[in-house]
């Protein structure tokens, strides 16, 4: 991962914690926050504040849900405080093995606005394992005519811890005939070599007790011993001599069990059963990826290898003679990595919904890629597929954000499969996908729309109260109440305090009533404007004329203007004379009529006549 530019000083000590916690820090986004704590810390241990680190108040805690987001779960954040807790042990021996750094590195997860922050918590050594010899006891045959000098190795013991906490010497108890050589083999562990100061008589003195003492160099330091029972044997005048001190060999981690190592040879100058030389392995409870045939001294793979696992191996060999005498050499076997690992992505922090109005940029998702392999076996490239309005962007190593790229729409797109492919740098190459869907929520980014443009609705005069008249319909494709849809009357030319007495609508279904009959001869069109107004926040709305035209129908008699009427209600005519000729005027009719077109188009016959 990235890592600090500057360190900002050593944090204040809480009680109860070691003098060496150290928190580091470095609040930029896209650095890491280090901390430094010893292993084996209680649970509930306060690492450092968090929050304080990356520069939230503890009013901000409630709405930026800060979280750890991990694989394992080693550290929680107090949700009152903002504090970096332990949340279960940490076993630097479990978790780092020998390798001389052991950090946890991990991001933290900040909401509103979503945030990834690098978090690297180094984990120190603790002096908790006391070097242990794999037996508590050894015998070593030595002929009485062994020369002063000569060199046996003895069992070495083993400790988990590393640096001056782990195994540092052996010390052999006084001994006027042997004294202790301190070894170191390549990959740095020791083992130690009995000396022979004297030469020795079997007659005199057939075995020696000695005391082997494994110390480290912890505080305080830890230890443990072993014994040695020395047993003098008749001459054997020549020891077995291997053909090497040092065998190296490389493997590769993939070679099959049975697979031939290497084969040792070593020879006795003596003859006969002096001469006949058997192989063993120094510490054959140990040994459990290989297996030696005592005869020829060939070493097979007897368990598959894994470089993840064990990158080298360091073995002390014996070769016995039948009188015996021993000789000693060592054999060192690196695993070479193959690439047998495939690589996989991890994704993290997965928000149920992204709103469609996020911005640009704005982060949505933190990836993680793995790949146990080393070197350009472990280096992977992380692709996203498909054309989706995401990209990724590097974090740190081994560390991905998935960000927007582009304007999202859940009415286009209510979701999206993410495809991630990650490839190795192997030959050849290891890859893997990894897919998940992400759900786009609904804001309200679309008004009402109106079937129609506009709307005319005919109705005859006279009709009853009450009855619909029209409807409007009006859609809105967001969801929930964003898209639900309620209709009012926002204007109209009808007087307003007319207006509610004339008709209604219908706020659920856009259903338009009439309040009242209509009335050809008083009213003959009017015009309203409906509104269709969403629930969303802030509410949109889109605005839709109606207009209504009334019908007559034929509801009024004609009325005679002229002639006019008597009392009795017969028309008064002009005198006619008495010498009229046919044809003559006698009088003119004229009748209105109150309803319009045919209904108001008025036809004249006479319907009866009489003398006076």
């Not at 332990?86 to 900040?110: M, Q, W």
Request: proline residues 6%.
């Amino acid at each position: 991962m990235e890592s600090c530019a500057g360190e900002r000083g050593r944090a204040e000590r809480r009680p109860g914690l070691f003098l060496f916690l150290l928190p580091l820090f470095c609040p930029a986004l896209g650095e890491q926050i280090r901390y430094r704590i010893p292993e084996e810390m209680p649970t509930g241990s306060v690492v450092g504040n968090l929050a304080k680190d990356l520069g939230f108040s503890v009013q901000e805690l409630p709405t930026r849900k800060l979280r750890v987001s991990s694989e394992k779960p080693y550290f929680t954040v107090s949700a009152e405080s903002g504090d970096l807790l332990v949340s279960s042990r940490l076993d630097r021996e479990e978790i780092c093995g020998k390798n001389p750094t052991c950090a946890l590195e991990f991001e933290a997860v900040a909401e509103n606005p979503l945030n990834f922050y690098h978090v690297n918590v180094e984990i120190e050594d603790i002096n908790d394992h006391t070097p242990k010899f794999t037996q508590n006891s050894f015998e070593l045959q030595i002929s009485e005519s062994a020369q002063p000098g000569t060199r046996f190795i003895l069992g070495s013991a083993h400790d988990a811890d590393i640096g001056s906490n782990t195994l540092q010497s052996y010390q052999l108890s006084l001994s006027d005939h042997f004294s202790l050589t301190n070894k170191e083999k390549s990959d740095g562990s020791k083992y130690p070599e009995l000396v022979l100061k004297t030469p020795l008589d079997r007659e005199k003195q057939k075995s020696y007790h000695l005391t082997l003492t494994a110390l480290d160099f912890g505080a305080p330091p830890l230890s443990s011993t072993a014994q040695i029972r020395v047993l003098v044997t008749d001459a054997n005048d020549n020891a077995p001599v291997f053909s090497q001190d040092v065998y190296r060999v490389r493997l590769s981690e993939n070679v099959y069990p049975g697979t031939t190592v290497l084969q040792v040879t070593a020879t006795d100058q003596d003859e006969g059963v002096n001469a006949e030389i058997t192989f063993s392995f120094s510490e054959a409870s140990q040994i459990t990826q290989f297996d030696l045939n005592s005869n020829t001294g060939e070493i097979t793979v007897l368990n598959v290898l894994d470089f993840e696992e064990v990158k080298e191996y360091s073995i002390v060999l014996e070769a016995r003679d039948g009188g015996g005498m021993i000789a000693q050499c060592t054999v060192e076997v690196e695993v070479i990595d193959e690439n047998d690992n495939v690589p996989e992505v991890i994704f993290q922090s997965l928000p149920n919904l992204i709103m469609e109005d996020a911005e640009l940029g704005t982060h949505i998702a933190l990836l993680k890629v793995r790949d146990k392999d080393s070197k350009h076996n472990g280096e992977v490239t992380c692709k996203l597929e498909g054309d989706v309005p995401f990209k990724i962007l590097t974090s740190s190593r081994n560390t991905y954000k998935l960000v927007t790229d582009a304007v999202l729409d859940r009415e286009q797109n209510p979701e999206y499969n993410i495809t991630i492919t990650v490839t190795d740098r192997g030959k050849p190459p290891l890859s893997s996908s990894s897919s998940i869907t992400l759900h786009i929520g609904d804001v309200n980014d679309n008004a009402p729309v109106f079937s129609q443009p506009s709307y005319i609705v005919y109705v005859s005069e006279n009709n009853p109260p009450g009855a619909s008249i029209s409807q409007v319909s009006a859609s809105d494709p967001d969801l929930g109440p964003n898209g639900q849809v309620s209709y009012s009357i926002v204007a109209s030319d009808l007087e307003p305090r007319e207006l509610s007495s004339y008709v209604s609508v219908s706020a659920q279904s856009g259903m338009v009533f009439a309040q009242r009959a209509f009335d050809h001869e008083q009213l003959r069109s009017f015009e309203l404007t409906l509104q269709a107004r969403d629930h969303g926040s802030p509410a949109l709305s889109a605005n839709v004329s109606l207009r209504v035209l009334v019908n007559d129908r034929n509801d009024n008699a004609p009325r005679v203007l002229y002639p006019v009427l008597g009392p009795d209600g017969s028309a008064l005519f002009d005198m006619v004379p008495r010498a009229a000729e046919p044809g003559y005027l006698v009088t003119k009719v004229v009748a209105v009529d109150a309803d319009s077109g045919q209904n108001a188009w008025l036809s004249y016959h006479v319907l009866q006549a009489s003398e006076p």
